[in-house]
Nanobody
Framework: QVQVVESGGGLVQAGGSLRLSCTAS????????MRWYRQAPGKQREFVAS???????NYADSVKGRFTVSRDNAKNTVYLQMNSLKPEDTAVYYC???????????WGQGTQVTVSS
């Protein structure tokens, strides 16, 4: 089993910053990618950023230049630094971990980010 736990959400004013963390634990043999998604009320879950084991990071157009994803492989942890936050960034942010050996995706429980105007 793999456990995925996010932390770092909260309430912030527009223009502020937050840093999310996500740590995977358990039967981890080969994490290929760690990704962030978000889901706003009444909307579908959408991709935010990814940090693959190798290669370049990727971002949704809506967060490019404001969000930065980074990864600590030794700790099986991925971070999402969010700057210049906007009210439209308000959502539950989910961490996704893809295990290559079993070709399985695991999700965290989500962390709420609320940006007030």
């Amino acid at each position: 089993q793999v456990q995925v736990v996010e932390s770092g959400g909260g309430l912030v004013q527009a223009g502020g910053s937050l840093r999310l963390s996500c740590t995977a634990s358990g039967s981890i043999f080969s994490i290929i990618a760690m990704r962030w998604y978000r889901q706003a009320p009444g909307k579908q879950r959408e991709f935010v950023a990814s940090a693959p084991l190798s290669g370049s990071t990727n971002y949704a157009d809506s967060v490019k230049g404001r969000f930065t994803v980074s990864r600590d492989n030794a700790k099986n942890t991925v971070y999402l630094q969010m700057n210049s936050l906007k009210p439209e960034d308000t959502a539950v942010y989910y961490c996704n971990v893809y295990i290559g050996v079993t070709a399985t995706n695991y999700w965290g429980q989500g962390t709420q980010v609320t940006v007030s105007s």
